[in-house]
């Protein structure tokens, strides 16, 4: 365990040292916490961004993810939809009785809508989806979707309320685990 912190630790100092802006994310519900940290090579709409983030659940589920996509904005200049393709690394320990070690590679995709009726309002979506010929040790496959609605509550403060589901099927007994499931609040803060 003392390893993983780490590991975890030492990634996020290097994902911030090296970004030019990014983002700090925190999100909870009764059974689970998310905290992730992104960061991007140049300002919106057009950039390279990644993201490194460890959830834990009361199940003792611990999730580490860490991705990287291109985001930009679709079609015209100021369109208000912008897209993320791209792929990320999931890594999942657990230490109760349903224990669960593995790794998987999943691509996807994301997309933020800015109403343009709506000012600070933001429409938010994430799929990611990793088969089995790039999942390893207890892991055969993994999905993992997110939906958020935000408010821009400061320039550099974002306030929501979202949906996610992450689950995995299990390499020995081909069953489904949900390692998280359920709507969650968080605030997103940016910086420079």
Wanted: without cysteine; hydrophobic residues 40%; negative net charge.
């Amino acid at each position: 365990m003392k390893t993983t912190r780490t590991w975890v630790g030492s990634l996020l100092l290097a994902a911030s040292s090296a970004s030019v802006a990014g983002a700090l994310d925190i999100n909870l519900n009764n059974d689970s916490v998310r905290l992730a940290l992104s960061w991007m090579t140049s300002p919106s709409p057009n950039s390279l961004e990644g993201e490194a983030a460890i959830y834990y659940n009361t199940d003792d589920y611990y999730i580490g993810t860490l991705g990287v996509r291109v985001v930009g904005e679709t079609g015209r200049q100021g369109n208000p939809l912008e897209a993320g393709v791209g792929g990320k690394l999931l890594g999942v320990l657990s230490s109760g009785d349903d224990e669960i070690d593995g790794l998987a590679l999943g691509l996807g995709f994301g997309v933020r809508y800015y109403p343009e009726t709506v000012n600070r309002l933001v429409f938010g979506a994430q799929l990611h989806y990793a088969p089995d010929i790039v999942s390893f040790g207890d892991v055969s496959n993994a999905f993992e979707g997110m939906l958020n609605v935000e408010y821009q509550i400061l320039p550099q403060a974002f306030a929501y309320v979202g949906y996610r589901l992450l689950k995995i099927e299990r390499e020995d007994t081909g069953k489904t685990a949900t390692l998280d499931e359920g709507a969650h609040v968080g605030m997103r803060i940016l910086f420079q």
